[in-house]
């Protein structure tokens, strides 16, 4: 018989949704207004120390208007993380822009700080008889993988020093910390993801946060359809459909209770595996991590190794998650760079192969917040066969 499935990163609720959802049935709040939507924000905003908020269908729309509130438009450049998922990107494809694709640096496997001013210092230079004039630089976007902070004061001096604003996408980093303050709160406006493999989920949702009121409430305003005030539906812009549902920001008032539950235990997955790791690298193989920098705090949340074959026998990535497979265990590979996508293939990249090099050789193991003891034995069970016959 086949056991059950062990996967990547579920959801996981915490009990306490099943009565906000029947509060909010009974309330008949059911749509994109209501009462849960104007406290989690409020929540949310105050927890994460920033201004204000505005609770959003996805992290992908939340970064559609920030690129929107920043003015991003046709013919501009968008500088973003090359290692990231790519709904980070297509906002910057929907408008009209052209994204600039960063490499990663080997710490953190976030945007690699000398790379990301290179690429600006070349399109400032070829600005004469070029594509590209200083004010059509228009963001950066950073990304905090797998819960890592990315080296944000190198980043943010750049973005001061050529008037760049940053956008940060916290959407895997709710709840981690830099310099003891949270991921998403730095740049002009944050993003953080609540879909159902974020550490803590609605089924589908995300928020935007900023220290800049005014620009939260174009975001309402932008995410609701546009509606001018007036008894009839008048429109003067071009709106979006956005928001969150009421139904959901009840769902993530019950699940933002249990956000550092879930971090401790993302983060006590990490040690388990780096435990399990480090004493196979006592045997002469040389498994590595995601290094957390010394002023940094990150929900870890994925767990993931780097496996590269020539100083571990031959074996690599592939064969782990082949093996993992069998038993029924999900692990999947880092993110494969965005400039060797298909569909981002014409666009620039600057750096050299720290992203493509990750992807090669990187394993994101099973990490969900309810991993149980019986789940880690089969799983170490499995890595052992192939640890030990390679
Ligand atoms: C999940 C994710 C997103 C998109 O979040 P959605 O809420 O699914 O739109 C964007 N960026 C990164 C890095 C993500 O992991």
Redesign the pocket.
């Known amino acids: 018989m086949k056991q059950e499935r062990i996967y990547l990163s579920p959801p996981h609720l915490s009990g306490d949704e099943n009565a906000y959802l029947e509060e909010t049935l009974a309330s008949n709040w059911v749509s994109p207004v209501g009462p849960h939507l104007d406290a989690w924000e409020r929540e949310l905003a105050e927890r994460m120390g920033s201004k204000d908020c505005c609770l959003l269908n996805?992290?992908?729309?939340?970064?559609h208007l920030s690129l929107i509130l920043l003015g991003v438009g046709p013919g501009d450049v968008v500088f973003i993380q090359t290692h990231?998922?790519a709904?980070?990107v297509y906002p910057i494809i929907y408008q009209g822009a052209t994204p600039v694709f960063i490499d990663s640096e080997p710490d953190t496997w976030n945007m690699d700080p000398r790379a990301l001013e290179e690429a600006i210092q070349s399109l400032l230079e070829k600005e004469e008889g070029s594509a590209f004039k200083k004010q059509q630089l228009k963001a950066i976007i950073p990304?905090h993988?797998y819960g890592m902070p990315a080296k944000l004061d190198e980043i943010l001096a750049i973005g001061k020093k050529y008037g760049i604003p940053v956008v940060e996408?916290a959407?895997?980093s709710l709840g981690s910390t830099y310099q003891g303050k949270y991921t998403g709160t730095f740049g002009k406006t944050g993003?953080y993801?609540?879909?159902g493999?974020?550490i803590i989920t609605t089924g589908?949702?995300?928020a935007l946060v900023s220290e800049n009121g005014e620009l939260i409430n174009r975001a309402r305003f932008l995410s609701t359809q546009a509606r001018d005030i007036a008894p009839h539906y008048q429109h003067s812009e071009i709106g979006y459909n956005y928001r969150l549902s009421n139904v959901l920001a009840g769902l993530g008032r019950a699940q933002m209770k249990v956000l550092d539950d879930r971090i401790k235990a993302r983060r006590a997955n990490f040690e388990r595996y780096r435990h399990y790791f480090e004493a196979r690298n006592k045997e002469g193989f040389h498994i590595e991590f995601q290094s957390e920098p010394e002023n940094c705090h990150s929900n870890r949340w994925l767990s993931c190794i780097l496996v590269d074959p020539e100083k571990n026998e031959g074996i690599d990535r592939e064969k782990i998650r082949q093996v993992l497979e069998k038993e029924n265990i999900e692990s999947r590979p880092l993110w494969k760079p965005m400039h060797l996508q298909p569909v981002f293939r014409e666009y620039p990249f600057a750096g050299g192969n720290v992203a493509e090099s990750l992807f090669n050789t990187g394993l994101c193991l099973p990490s969900g917040s309810k991993l149980t003891e019986s789940d880690f034995q089969r799983i170490v069970k499995a890595l052992d066969t192939c640890f030990s016959n390679p």
Do not use: H, M, P, Q
């Open positions: 996805s992290a992908t729309a939340a970064i990231t998922y709904g980070s990304v993988l996408d959407a895997e993003v993801s609540f879909n493999n974020k589908g949702g995300g």
